[in-house]
């Protein structure tokens, strides 16, 4: 599936230094200056460490060099990939399986939980109703203990039809499509527990750092549905963002939600204390996919109209920088330690490694057709890329 790899240094300076070098490895210890050896005896232990802080051992992810490990293929149309950082990784195969796929982090089949629910069991109809979903994105709470997933649409009875990706909230009511559902997973059972109605065709999900809160980009009606995970609950919705909000990523202190609003070319800024909007960063055309650096300074941006990645300065909320990657640049990753990030080129079939903070592109790897969502398994360091015609690949890193 992988045909070359190629290696190109554009000229472009990424500006600022780098981030996310006291990362912890994944054995405790930290990630600076690290090339193996005894930890040292007050090393924090790794189950004490939070998932998204592990890293693998040795050098930092920027210094390494991918290449393919296994093609994972099957009953699968992954639509996104995401990894827990303890040992699982998430695919969602939308309405063509109408399954979520689990892995672990060597690439074997851990489980394949259908998306059928009965509303009844969860207090969300007066009789049974068995309805099938469409997992499009997913996000690890902060301890991975559990999974959240969004459903493009719902299937069944009481549900209208399935969503568009061209669509207004007028219209979408317009035209009887109904709000859809998060299905929560627990991560040792692997099977469904929890399931929220949300608004109409959510595509991002993302998790508070404080694990208070769970947040959908909902893409038919502009706005954001926040749930709370103590009651499992919508408790609010912060509308008017803009046309299709798609990506999200919380800052470290889950004071503020950024979100990019992938039909024009701004990201919003939420304050998720006053539940307000409070800032518009413009970035260029097609925002769609959004990642912080450990620290949270930097936010980087994928472009998908304009194929780039951004990098945003959050102290001034402006762009210091910018990289071109291949054509309609989408899902975007950041390595555990703030030194790489990853970005799936979707008509250009292709996945860049970008160095962080000094130059831009230090591979491209052809993927093969249509690479559409991408992951960082801070316990390998391995990167996973879902292919939408149906396989995904294990990048390892050496």
């Known amino acids: 599936m992988v045909a070359s790899i190629g290696v190109s240094f554009l000229a472009l300076l990424w500006f600022g230094a780098s981030a996310g070098l006291g990362a912890l490895r994944s054995d405790g210890g930290s990630s600076a200056g690290s090339s ?31 290449s393919l490990a296994q093609t994972i293929s099957g009953e699968i149309s992954p639509k996104s990939v995401v990894a827990s950082n303890t040992g699982l990784v998430f695919a969602q195969n939308m309405m063509y399986n109408h399954t979520v796929t689990v892995y672990s982090s060597d690439g074997e089949l851990a489980a394949t939980i259908p998306d059928q629910v009965d ?5 969300l109809a007066d009789a049974s109703t068995v309805v099938q979903g469409a997992p499009v994105e997913g996000a690890t709470t902060p301890d991975a203990s559990h999974y959240w997933v969004s459903n493009y649409s719902m299937y069944g009875p009481g549900q209208g039809p399935e969503g568009a990706d061209e669509c207004t909230p007028e219209r979408s009511v317009a035209s009887g499509y109904t709000n859809s559902y998060l299905y929560r997973i627990d991560t040792d059972s692997l099977a469904i527990d929890a399931v929220t109605a949300v608004g109409i065709v959510p595509k991002y999900v993302a998790t508070t750092p404080d694990g208070a809160y769970v947040l959908a980009s909902n893409w038919c009606t502009w706005d954001l549905s926040i749930v709370s995970t103590e009651t499992n609950e919508l408790v609010a919705t912060i509308p008017n963002l803009g046309r299709y909000p798609r990506g999200i990523v919380v800052s470290p202190d889950s004071r503020f939600a950024y979100v990019s609003i992938m039909g024009e070319s701004h990201i919003a800024k939420i304050d998720l204390e006053s539940r307000a909007i409070v800032g518009a960063i413009e970035v260029g055309r097609g925002p769609r996919h959004v990642v912080l650096d450990p620290e949270g300074r930097y936010l980087y941006a994928s472009l998908n109209q304009l194929g780039e990645v951004v990098k945003v300065d959050l102290t001034t909320d402006q762009v210091v920088a910018r990289v071109a990657t291949g054509a309609e640049a989408r899902s975007l990753a950041i390595s555990n330690d703030g030194t790489a990030l990853y970005v799936v080129n979707y008509e250009s079939n292709t996945v860049s490694a970008l160095r962080a903070a000094a130059r831009g592109v230090l591979q491209t790897i052809e993927t093969g057709v249509h690479p559409i969502g991408i992951t960082y398994d801070g316990v390998t360091g391995d990167v996973w890329v879902a292919i939408y015609t149906g396989q995904i690949l294990r990048l390892s890193s050496a």
């Open 36 to 66: 193996g050896g005894d930890a040292d005896e007050d090393a924090t232990p790794a189950s004490t460490i939070p998932p998204h802080l592990r890293v693998p051992d040795g050098p930092p992810a920027a210094e390494r060099t991918l």
């Open 119 to 123: 509303l009844a069991d969860y207090g």
